[in-house]
């Protein structure tokens, strides 16, 4: 089952943060974030693996509630280059496949 | 990361025909998939080609209708027969490379008339 992601679309200014939540119905090994620009492939961001870890890279960063089956990216002090269309991927125990969730659209504004 | 190259990059097809899509990575891997994204859609996962195997398809995916062959560590295709105009999609190949980090090639932009 596709994970499902919140909020479907945010809209923010330049400096502003963000937060988009990724949610499982089924156990999970690991969570990707991948970034999505309009006509481009989606761009690996980071991988959280199997033990409630948290990552960052530059003012982005993310978590991953292994528990909840719940994963949230954290955009901090937004730049207009992080418009664009994130996705989840899902990992589940025992697949070496990814599911993607529904996407959340991200619109900075200067 | 990873080089991949897809070709071709976009096509307009009748309907009933079929369109095969080359994916070529700049180095071995191990597994390759295919993935379908309809506009402003999220990706589907069509199947996982691994080099020497038969293809795993995804539910809702048939070999008959999106053949797939791997003859190397390099490549891959993949068929879209039989096209009709919802077969209309961007098709998307993309490899693991790394502990668990898949890349992605920049897609076949595919419509069906």
């Known amino acids: 089952q596709q994970p499902v992601q919140s909020p479907q679309a945010v809209i923010l200014r330049e400096g502003e943060d963000a937060v988009i939540n990724c949610s499982s119905s089924k156990a999970l090994y690991s969570v990707h974030w991948y970034r999505q620009k309009h006509g481009e492939a989606p761009v690996f961001l980071m991988i959280?693996?199997?033990?409630?870890e948290q990552k960052g890279h530059d003012k982005i960063s993310a978590s991953f509630n292994e528990k909840k089956q719940q994963s949230s990216l954290y955009l901090t002090a937004s730049q207009l280059s992080y418009s664009g269309t994130y996705f989840c991927g899902t990992e589940g125990l025992g697949t070496d496949k990814l599911i993607f969730g529904t996407g959340t659209r991200l619109q900075v504004f200067p | 990361s990873a080089v991949i190259s897809q070709k071709p990059s976009r096509d307009i097809c009748q309907r009933g025909t079929s369109l095969t899509i080359q994916c070529q990575v700049d180095?071995?891997?191990?597994?390759m998939f295919w993935y379908r994204q309809q506009p402003g859609q999220s990706l589907t996962l069509i199947a996982t080609?691994?080099?020497?195997?038969?293809?795993?398809?995804e539910s809702g995916f048939v070999i008959d209708k999106f053949p797939i062959s791997r003859p190397n560590l390099t490549f891959s295709t993949l068929t879209v027969s039989n096209m009709s105009p919802e077969d209309s999609s961007i098709y998307l190949c993309?490899?693991?490379?790394?502990?668990?980090?898949?890349?992605f090639g920049p897609g076949t932009r595919l419509t069906v008339t």
């Open positions: 180095s071995q891997v191990t597994m």
């Open positions: 959280l693996l199997k033990g409630g």
């Open positions: 993309s490899v693991e490379r790394g502990p668990y980090e898949q890349y």
């Open positions: 080609a691994n080099q020497g195997s038969e293809a795993t398809y």
